[in-house]
């Protein structure tokens, strides 16, 4: 079969695809995109839905609803801020993944440190309380967290007393040679940031004089800021 040539097609045949191809071009253009629908988080299961679901493997279960918890700000064609997301609803969730697995860190982990980055006070201090009433449950295990969260109160929240709190539950709840000595004088220290420097220098040298400090370093490194807090105490107004 021989080839047609060009000149051949009749000249309305081109002109109808132009228009044609303009046309859709056009419609591309106005028409709406298709919108992504956000889902709202949904209320965690119940105790018991989870042990009936957990089917004798409740940490397999625990680390699945980790991942579900953990990608559900990212969704299909949208990505939804933490700061949208209802908090209640996620301690809820890591709540409940605690509850099958408690001794896994890692919901503790993203509570103190992924939600309670959200750039809302009020959100940082759900978690941050959040992170406290799970610690006072297993405080040797989860001291690492509270100690965290302390620290986010003071330089985050710039709340000393919140941090305080925290610091002080620390000292009073993870006294325990597992837990490392500077988490346990926490509370010392932000008593001296807050000024209250006869506090903390009593406490100090109480800790000292009990002997419950055997490294010789850390004996050493406390006693060199039990004498700063003496020199810092004789120097502020009140103690002339």
Known sequence: ??????????????????????????????????????????????????????????????????????????????????????????????????????????PLMMAAQVYSRVPDPARQRQMLDFVHREFLEDPVRR???????????????????????YAQSLARHADHPEVPGWARQMHIFVLEDMGEYETARVLLGGLLASGAVTDPREARFLTERLNELQAAEKSTPSSR
């Open 1 to 106: 079969m021989r080839e047609r040539p060009v000149s051949a097609i009749p000249g309305f045949v081109p002109l109808l695809l132009a228009l044609t191809l303009t046309a859709q071009v056009a419609l591309r253009a106005v028409e709406p995109h298709p919108a992504a629908d956000a889902r709202e988080l949904p209320p965690p299961p119940t105790a018991a839905m989870l042990r009936l679901a957990a089917l004798g493997e409740p940490i397999a279960l625990a680390q699945m609803l980790t991942l579900y918890l953990q990608a559900f700000d990212t969704q299909p064609g949208v990505s939804i801020p933490f700061r949208d997301l209802d908090y209640g609803r996620v301690q809820g969730w890591l709540a409940a993944i605690i509850g099958l697995d408690p001794d896994g860190q890692y």
């Open 143 to 165: 001291w690492r967290w509270l100690a965290h969260a302390a620290i986010m109160a003071k330089h985050r929240l710039n709340d000393t007393a919140l941090a305080l709190k």
